[in-house]
């Protein structure tokens, strides 16, 4: 079983690798040189701070693209619209087996493609002078977390949604949701007990929805660093538990719901 998801895995990786990647990472290396080099040059007093926050968002960025563009290839045009992928299933594997192979994959290329960010990120920082800090590494850990629940979503939508323009949408309009999560909470908190709208309909929403809160160490840098706001790696291995049982979740509903779908060739 492991051995059959893996080979998927390297299958997806390498497509991927040769479609997305390359591309991608020269595209993100010459942007983050000119926030580096140029624009910081405008922001006496915090280039540091300038630059790193400026990195980190397209860091960020440029995960969303790689993995929504994938996410909806693998899924949709490969699975739902029919291609080769019908010669997998000849053979003893399971559809599960197949989208979990393939989210194994993208959750790869993205640990390669932060990787090679992060590079780029830490060569500017040399070059520049800049100070190196511990939480540059917890930041890239938390953003890829949080970058794997957003897979997980953009799997499960890629099954359900009919057109890639409602699957981006749908899938946007969630990972934005994601950032007002505690908000909504505290909102709904101070409504009055017989608001029965609030507590019938959003008040589960906000349970459903994916929680950004967690992955927040980047906004409390500055806090951290000087010792007004503590840091633990409990908190961050409640992150990493936050993360698996999240997109775990997502990931066997995704896989429930295409063990389910009519494969129709083109």
Do not use: C
């Not at 998927?8 to 479609?19: C, G, K, P, S, Y």
């Not at 400026?54 to 045009?77: D, I, K, N, P």
């Not at 040399?126 to 800090?133: C, Y």
């Amino acid at each position: 079983m492991f051995n059959r998801i893996l080979v998927i895995a390297q299958l997806t990786l390498l497509e991927q690798v040769r479609d997305k990647i390359v591309n991608l990472i020269f595209l993100f290396a010459g942007v983050v040189v000119y926030f580096g080099v140029v624009l910081t040059q405008l922001a006496q007093g915090f280039e540091e701070r300038f630059f790193r926050d400026t990195a980190l968002a397209m860091v960020e960025l440029f995960g969303l693209v790689l993995l929504l563009g994938s996410a909806y290839r693998v899924v949709r045009q490969d699975v739902r619209k029919g291609s080769s992928v019908e010669m997998f299933f000849v053979r003893p594997l399971r559809r599960w087996e197949y989208l979990a192979g393939r989210f194994a994959g993208l959750s790869t290329l993205l640990l390669v493609g932060m990787a090679v960010m992060g590079g780029v990120q830490l060569g500017i920082i040399t070059f520049k002078g800049f100070s190196w800090h511990w939480l540059f590494a917890v930041s890239f850990a938390e953003l890829y977390l949080k970058l794997i629940i957003v897979l997980a979503l953009a799997f499960l939508l890629a099954t359900i949604t009919t057109s890639q323009a409602s699957y981006l949408a749908s899938t946007l309009l969630i990972y934005a949701s994601g950032h007002v999560t505690q908000l909504m909470k505290l909102l709904i908190a101070r409504q009055d007990s017989t608001d029965t709208v609030s507590l019938i309909l959003l008040k589960p929403l906000t349970y459903l929805l994916p929680d950004f809160s967690f992955f927040g160490t980047a906004n409390r840098w500055e806090g951290i660093a000087a010792g007004a706001v503590s840091f633990s790696i409990g908190g961050l291995g409640l992150t990493l538990l936050y993360t698996v049982i999240y997109a775990g979740a997502l990931v066997v509903f995704s896989s429930y719901l295409f063990s389910r779908a009519e494969i129709s060739p083109t």
